[in-house]
């Protein structure tokens, strides 16, 4: 694990973009794993620009989405699936077989799982995946307890997930169940980058980058990959004992 801080959440943001947009220039064929939410937006808004500035290749690439709210309509815009067509693939020629992303309607979510987990399997391994980090330290859905072992999978909401989670949405949602990716994918893939700003997020990402490597915490995961990479601004970095850049 690597840890790279930043002056503030732009510098933050470009350096992701950036990292993005070189896994792609250096490999056309690329698997890349996306978050939504507030951290990643910025880094979604630079990336297309970049893109539409440089005219990339986008057309071998495949994304996929972290997770998803279970029982969420698409088009709420609190779900992940409003958030990456609104923030990303409404700006990018790509075609429907590129974009993979979890039904959170799903009558059978099992094999939603299923799905997401022979996508990656064909596919290799996810080359680049982006994540954030929650208040409680979950990765994706992936929440306290959860075995660092398991692919793709239905969980239940932790209660700071279900609290903190009511921002995106317009109205108070029944928010019980996620699926997604899982702390497997992230151990087998290739590049990670856990990414996180703001002082609120100081405390969880100290026990991330300095406590001991455990379930309780699941993004702690991170310390364990040789190609992990902690990105955060200097807000978010602000308890950490030692720093480094």
Same mark, same amino acid.
């Given at each position: 694990?690597?840890?790279? +801080?930043?002056? #503030?959440?732009?510098?933050?943001?470009?350096?992701?973009?950036?990292?993005?947009?070189?896994?792609?220039?250096?490999?056309?064929?690329?698997?890349?794993?996306?978050?939504?939410?507030?951290?990643?937006?910025? $880094? /979604?808004?630079?990336?297309?620009?970049?893109?539409?500035?440089?005219?990339?290749?986008? =057309?071998?690439?495949?994304?996929?989405?972290?997770?998803?709210?279970?029982?969420?309509?698409? #088009?709420?815009?609190?779900? /992940?699936?409003?958030?990456?067509?609104?923030?990303?693939?409404?700006?990018?020629? @790509?075609?429907?077989?590129?974009?993979?992303?979890?039904?959170?309607? =799903?009558?059978?979510?099992?094999?939603?799982?299923?799905? !997401?987990?022979?996508?990656?399997?064909?596919?290799?391994? +996810?080359?680049? !995946?982006?994540?954030?980090?929650?208040?409680?330290?979950? +990765?994706?859905?992936?929440?306290?307890?959860?075995?660092?072992?398991?692919?793709?999978?239905?969980?239940? @909401?932790?209660? $700071?997930?279900?609290?903190?989670?009511?921002?995106?949405?317009?109205?108070? !949602?029944?928010?019980?169940?996620?699926?997604? @990716?899982? @702390?497997?994918?992230?151990?087998?893939?290739?590049?990670?980058?856990?990414?996180?700003?703001?002082?609120?997020?100081?405390? &969880?990402?100290?026990?991330?980058?300095?406590?001991?490597?455990?379930? /309780? &915490?699941?993004?702690?995961? !991170?310390?364990?990959?040789?190609?992990?990479? &902690?990105?955060?601004?200097?807000?978010?970095?602000?308890?950490?004992?030692?720093?480094?850049?």
């Amino acid at each position: 694990m690597t840890l790279n +801080i930043y002056e #503030d959440y732009q510098t933050l943001s470009q350096a992701t973009a950036d990292a993005i947009v070189k896994v792609i220039k250096t490999n056309p064929e690329a698997v890349i794993c996306l978050p939504s939410g507030d951290t990643p937006r910025l $880094t /979604c808004e630079l990336f297309v620009k970049q893109v539409i500035e440089e005219r990339s290749d986008l =057309s071998h690439i495949t994304f996929i989405g972290l997770d998803e709210w279970v029982g969420i309509p698409p #088009d709420n815009e609190g779900s /992940c699936h409003y958030f990456f067509q609104h923030e990303l693939f409404q700006y990018l020629s @790509l075609s429907k077989q590129q974009v993979y992303l979890f039904n959170g309607l =799903s009558n059978d979510l099992e094999t939603e799982c299923a799905k !997401m987990n022979t996508v990656v399997s064909e596919k290799g391994r +996810i080359d680049l !995946m982006v994540v954030g980090i929650g208040m409680n330290g979950h +990765i994706g859905f992936n929440e306290p307890g959860v075995s660092f072992g398991t692919y793709s999978h239905v969980t239940d @909401l932790d209660a $700071t997930t279900t609290i903190v989670g009511q921002k995106y949405f317009k109205s108070e !949602m029944p928010l019980q169940k996620g699926i997604t @990716l899982g @702390l497997k994918h992230l151990s087998e893939a290739k590049e990670v980058l856990l990414i996180a700003n703001g002082a609120k997020k100081a405390g &969880i990402i100290k026990k991330t980058v300095e406590g001991e490597v455990t379930n /309780c &915490i699941p993004a702690s995961i !991170m310390q364990t990959h040789a190609n992990g990479f &902690i990105m955060i601004d200097k807000e978010a970095a602000s308890l950490l004992d030692k720093v480094s850049s």
